[in-house]
């Protein structure tokens, strides 16, 4: 089947500590996106990427960085500069930047 | 900048219809998209409008009016599984924007028998 997956589903962060989230499709899309949902807020954009190799900041892309090395995965870390962590987190893609996006099922981190 | 606003809640019977708005005020349109999301799930792509007037997909519809920068998603024959946040997306062009679509808060639909 296919699709977009995200892994794990639920992801503890100790404070200090990086955490990297796993977004993968086998969908053939080249573009990518990361999104950050919290209570009674709407999806936030993070990071995106177009194509292999490039990826550009969204509007809250401190505190979490990304690699887009394979056409298939993007993954995003969060790293200890992101004093705010504890959201649901949603990997999208598309075929291209004006096409329509799919969502993988989210990660909800959680900070100890 | 980008302004899209939904109501937060709305709640509706089983059995009837509702009628969730979207406004938005944005620099540049291309096209305006509502997603479903179940509590804790990924969001489902419902619809997709860039020209004005309606869109219908079974019990769902949709409609757009560019020159008034308004929206609204139409569900009939409303069922327990339509319980469900509806979020509002609008995609701009650059300069103004980047084609990557900028969301609403989502409107929380409660259904009861």
């Known amino acids: 089947d296919g699709g977009i997956t995200q892994s794990p589903k639920y992801l503890f962060r100790k404070e200090g500590q990086n955490v990297t989230l796993s977004c993968e499709q086998n969908?053939?899309?080249?573009?990518m996106y990361w999104y950050r949902q919290d209570p009674g807020q709407g999806l936030r954009l993070i990071y995106y990427?177009?194509?292999?190799?490039?990826?550009q900041k969204g509007d809250i892309a401190e505190g979490y960085s990304v690699s887009r090395e394979k056409k298939e995965s993007f993954p995003l870390t969060v790293t200890s500069a992101q004093k705010n962590p504890t959201a649901f987190y949603l990997c999208?893609?598309?075929?291209?930047?004006?096409?329509?996006?799919?969502f993988g099922p989210g990660t909800r981190l959680l900070v100890l | 900048g980008q302004n899209i606003d939904q109501p937060t809640e709305m709640t509706a019977t089983e059995g009837a219809i509702v009628q969730i708005n979207c406004t938005y005020q944005?620099?540049?349109?291309?096209?305006l998209f509502w997603y479903q999301q179940h509590a804790g799930e990924a969001p489902t792509f419902l619809s997709y409008?860039?020209?004005?007037g309606l869109e219908e997909k079974g019990r769902f519809s949709s409609f757009l009016s560019r020159s008034k920068g308004y929206s609204y998603l139409l569900l009939k024959e409303l069922q327990m599984k339509d319980s469900a946040s509806y979020l509002c997306?609008?995609?701009?062009?650059?300069?103004?924007?980047?084609?990557?679509?900028?969301f609403g808060r989502g409107t929380s639909l409660i259904v009861h028998p």
């Open positions: 999208a893609s598309s075929m291209g930047q004006r096409e329509t996006q799919y």
């Open positions: 969908l053939n899309h080249d573009a």
């Open positions: 990427s177009q194509i292999v190799n490039d990826f």
């Open positions: 944005t620099s540049g349109f291309n096209g």
């Open positions: 409008n860039v020209l004005d």
């Open positions: 997306a609008v995609r701009s062009p650059p300069p103004g924007g980047s084609y990557i679509p900028t």
